[in-house]
């Protein structure tokens, strides 16, 4: 096993130089913004009482989760198999608690909850290992944010950081010890064999010595890198572009909870069925972390006692990178690291076109889902181009897109957009680039494909003539 006591909460412990002039060689940073927005979580994790019941959804994300593996009525137990995604390396969805089985349109309830008992644990080892007992929902890709692949990795991202808001994987402290964490990524190092593994922390973590390195010698293929406090700097295509990586190669994205997984699952034996999420937001009255078992149920989390009462909208995630709650959703998804609720009004604001008041948006870091009822042409301010972390300009890159000139817009680097939703949040005029530039990418990724079909359709028609 590749040893690895990389990390220490000791102020005494300085960095290596070495290890930052090499990291500084390749990172260069810019962009990037952090948006202001109230009641952030206690410093605490409240385990939440057992429900009467569990919804576990079927579908969610990128995740399909169609193939069944138990019948209805059964009685599973705690890490039992439920489905498998036969799309995604037959990820599966597991058990999160012991009871009865019944099958809905949209998800799996669990009944007559029990937290004893547990499944068999799987006669495997490695990366099968951890994708049996659910740890590998901690694992993507890190240009595309897909599963991860199965095959061993070019290179890890190992973030220890997330600047989205009050997102989990930024309080180290509240998930588990240092020395677990060292293990997981000993772990992940053997899995990775050859690899070059980026650590990933903030400037703040650094200074504060959250985290400090107390040897590296001779782990030639591990890195640490600092990056700035600043949301969009921490995106993992980002970090693995420059570290210079490609979309080309397999590069996996891990957080802070995935590093415990891999622990929990390769030297403790345990199931990965439990969410550690922030529940916080201006709508929430008691913000705090949580821990809950997959499939806990939203309206027992968003009951009236937890939630400030006047219309809000529901984000699961951090609120620049995260997916909006849809309201047919009975139960917290696997991949869920934040609930988040916003204040929403959707009324009209009067003459609010003409931005009178020192309540508009462009004086204001504070988080909104409003837009007044006004969206209106770029005025060509230029405040998207200095919050991307790229480096594009996505003002220049939306005209080109309005006058549908996809060749030009890639030749202008829309392939380099990491999705952060920096550059449609800071945007005055309210206009949904990263909507219009993640559609964008999708058709000449689409374009691709489809031109790669026909090329290998027409070799493989040249080959068969020249037999």
Request: charged share 25%; aromatic share 8%.
């Amino acid at each position: 096993m590749l040893a690895l006591t990389a990390l220490l909460f000791a102020a005494v412990l300085p960095f290596s130089q070495s290890i930052i002039n090499k990291s500084s060689m390749y990172m260069k940073f810019r962009g990037g913004y952090n948006i202001d927005l109230s009641n952030s979580p206690a410093a605490r994790v409240d385990t939440v009482d057992i429900p009467d019941e569990l919804f576990i959804p079927f579908c969610y994300s990128t995740f399909n989760f169609s193939q069944l593996k138990v019948a209805d009525g059964q009685k599973v137990q705690k890490g039992e198999i439920l489905a498998i995604d036969p799309e995604n390396y037959n990820l599966p969805i597991l058990a999160s608690m012991t009871g009865i089985v019944e099958l809905g349109e949209t998800s799996i309830k669990i009944s007559n909850l029990s937290s004893s008992g547990q499944a068999e644990i799987p006669n495997t080892s490695g990366i099968s290992k951890l994708v049996q007992m659910g740890a590998w929902r901690y694992f993507t890709d890190a240009f595309s944010k897909k599963t991860a692949k199965t095959e061993k990795p070019d290179g890890i991202i190992l973030k220890l950081v997330d600047l989205d808001s009050y997102v989990m994987t930024s309080q180290l402290e509240l998930i588990g010890n240092v020395d677990d964490l060292c293990k997981g990524i000993d772990s992940l190092a053997e899995l990775a064999e050859n690899a070059k593994i980026i650590i990933v922390i903030s400037n703040k973590q650094a200074k504060s010595a959250e985290i400090k390195p107390k040897t590296f010698a001779g782990k030639g293929n591990i890195e640490l890198v600092t990056i700035p406090d600043k949301y969009g700097q921490d995106n993992s295509a980002l970090l693995a572009d420059k570290a210079g990586f490609t979309p080309y190669q397999n590069i996996w994205s891990v957080s802070t909870q995935g590093v415990f997984a891999v622990d929990s699952v390769i030297n403790k034996g345990q199931f990965c069925v439990d969410l550690m999420f922030s529940f916080a937001g201006p709508g929430v009255k008691e913000p705090r972390y949580m821990k809950a078992p997959v499939g806990y149920p939203i309206d027992k989390l968003l009951d009236q006692d937890k939630v400030i009462e006047e219309p809000a909208r529901i984000i699961s995630g951090g609120v620049l990178s995260g997916r909006t709650i849809d309201i047919s959703e009975k139960g917290l998804a696997h991949d869920t690291i934040g609930v988040t609720v916003l204040s929403d009004s959707p009324k009209r604001k009067f003459l609010k076109f003409a931005m009178l008041g020192m309540d508009d948006m462009r004086f204001s870091k504070k988080m909104t889902t409003a837009l007044g009822g006004e969206i209106r042409a770029c005025i060509q301010c230029g405040y998207c181009q200095e919050v991307c972390p790229a480096g594009l300009m996505p003002d220049l890159l939306h005209k080109i897109l309005y006058a549908k000139d996809l060749d030009r817009a890639e030749v202008s680097g829309l392939q380099k957009c990491v999705r952060c939703g920096l550059c449609s949040y800071i945007c005055v005029s309210k206009i949904d680039l990263t909507e219009e530039f993640i559609q964008a990418q999708d058709h000449i990724a689409a374009e691709h494909a489809e031109h790669a079909a026909h090329e290998a359709a027409k070799a493989k028609e040249q080959e068969q003539e020249a037999v």
